[in-house]
Structure formats: structure tokens, C-alpha cells
């Protein structure tokens, strides 16, 4: 019988995790996961970096059950939360609850670099 393990302690260097592009995600709009499902077998968190090329995005979206928040770390870009435009620059951050269609594209010269942190780490169901 297959057991579920709970979360488990992780310190890492960030230079050891691959940097993915998932689903949704195009022209160069990679993230690493740093903390969650698949780097701590935590469900109740979702910790990624994301580094996007300029022009790369992610497409328009929304969660039933999660919670969002992005900071921004380096180099602009436009968020847009339903149907409003947000330009975004270092150290400006957003918490978008669930319902909000949201996207954010990289629309400087530079990479958009930004912390994402998501609760619970699936959008499937609430973790009680």
C-alpha cells in the first residue's frame, strides 16, 4: 500500500532547481519552483521565482480555490487583473484572491524577475 508523505524540510540552493516553462506559459516565461508539491511534498504552499523574457507571458487565467501573490523583484511588466492593466515595477507586489482572471506579460527590455506564492499548491480542492 502507498503511503502519502507529509511535507519535509528542504534547504536548497536555487542554482540546483531546473528552470521550467509550464503550461500557459510563453516566449520565455520560465520559473523554478523553490518550495512545494514537487520539491517538499508540501500541498499547502506553491514557492516559484519566475524570470520572464521580454515579451514572454503568462496567458489570462483564473483559480477556484487559490491564492496568489506575486512581488516583483526585477524589471517591468503589465498584470492584469480582470479587466484592468497594472504596470509593475521592483517591489510592487499584488495578492489576487480566487475568481480574478489575471495574466502578466514582461513588456520591458529586460527579464521580469518575481516571487510567486500560491495556497494550497492544487487548484483542485481546499486543503481543510
Do not use: C
Not at 489575471?102 to 492544487?122: C, E, K, M, R, Y
Request: glycine letters at 8%; charged letters at 20%; zero cysteines.
Amino acid at each position: 500500500m502507498n503511503q502519502k508523505q507529509g511535507p519535509r524540510l528542504l534547504l536548497e540552493k536555487m542554482a540546483h532547481l531546473p528552470w521550467k516553462e509550464y503550461p500557459g506559459h510563453f516566449g520565455g516565461a520560465l520559473s523554478k519552483e523553490l518550495a512545494g508539491p514537487d520539491t517538499t511534498g508540501s500541498s499547502r504552499v506553491d514557492f516559484r521565482i519566475s524570470r520572464y523574457a521580454p515579451m514572454a507571458s503568462v496567458q489570462e487565467h483564473v483559480h477556484k480555490v487559490q491564492e496568489q501573490i506575486y512581488y516583483v523583484l526585477e524589471g517591468e511588466g503589465v498584470l492584469t487583473l480582470d479587466d484592468q492593466r497594472h504596470l509593475m515595477h521592483p517591489h510592487d507586489y499584488v495578492f489576487v484572491p480566487p475568481g480574478v482572471r489575471h495574466s502578466f506579460t514582461n513588456t520591458g527590455t529586460a527579464g521580469l524577475v518575481f516571487l510567486v506564492i500560491t495556497t494550497p499548491a492544487s487548484d483542485e480542492e481546499e486543503v481543510l
